[in-house]
């Protein structure tokens, strides 16, 4: 269990998931982002100890289309944001707890399909034949970065405007659909 969660957690850190985490923490109650973020990563893990191995058989060059496709989607998402009222956080209490982690869980849901870490999981359990100790190691690694990420966002915000914040998350994750494009190019 320690095993996997050193490699899963050092491979997330500097994943999209601490900048989702990051941007959603400045937006809304940590607690609710938490919630749907890691309900989402224990689906993930949950289908890769099932998958074991089956992950790593989709074409690889697919699989980072897609996610560039997606990393696009978001920086497009947050440029064409509406600026109303954009230097005030929203409230917690104007926020319910359904809408928010909802929103968590949808962004990891899709974002992480397929993700190196989900592809690890599945090739660790398989490995080691231990669904329970790699799925546990696994969980607790991802809800350890995403927790990071969240109270980031919100240790963030104190310092730096979030039009700031947003924009410079949406070049982030240009660059990342650039890159993804690029591997599913070059193959």
Do not use: C
């Not at 809304?28 to 992950?55: D, T």
């Not at 849901?109 to 490995?127: C, R, W």
């Amino acid at each position: 269990m320690a095993i996997v969660f050193g490699l899963v957690f050092v491979a997330e850190l500097p994943d999209k998931t601490a900048l989702a985490g990051l941007v959603l923490g400045t937006r809304y109650r940590a607690s609710y982002v938490f919630a749907g973020v890691a309900a989402a990563f224990a689906v993930h893990v949950a289908l890769a100890i099932a998958a074991g191995s089956v992950l790593t058989l989709l074409p690889h060059q697919i699989l980072q289309a897609l996610t560039g496709v997606l990393f696009l989607g978001g920086a497009l998402m947050l440029l064409m944001k509406k600026d109303e009222a954009e230097e005030e956080v929203r409230k917690p209490e104007n926020q319910s707890f359904w809408k928010v982690s909802g929103a968590g869980f949808m962004l990891i849901l899709v974002a992480e399909f397929g993700d190196l870490t989900q592809i690890m999981t599945a090739n660790l359990a398989a490995k080691y034949d231990d669904p329970l100790s790699v799925g546990l190691g696994a969980v607790l690694a991802l809800w350890s970065v995403a927790a990071i990420g969240i109270v980031g966002g919100k240790a963030l915000l104190k310092r730096v405007p979030l039009a700031l914040i947003t924009k410079i998350a949406a070049v982030a994750m240009l660059a990342m659909a650039g890159f993804s494009f690029y591997e599913a190019i070059a193959g």
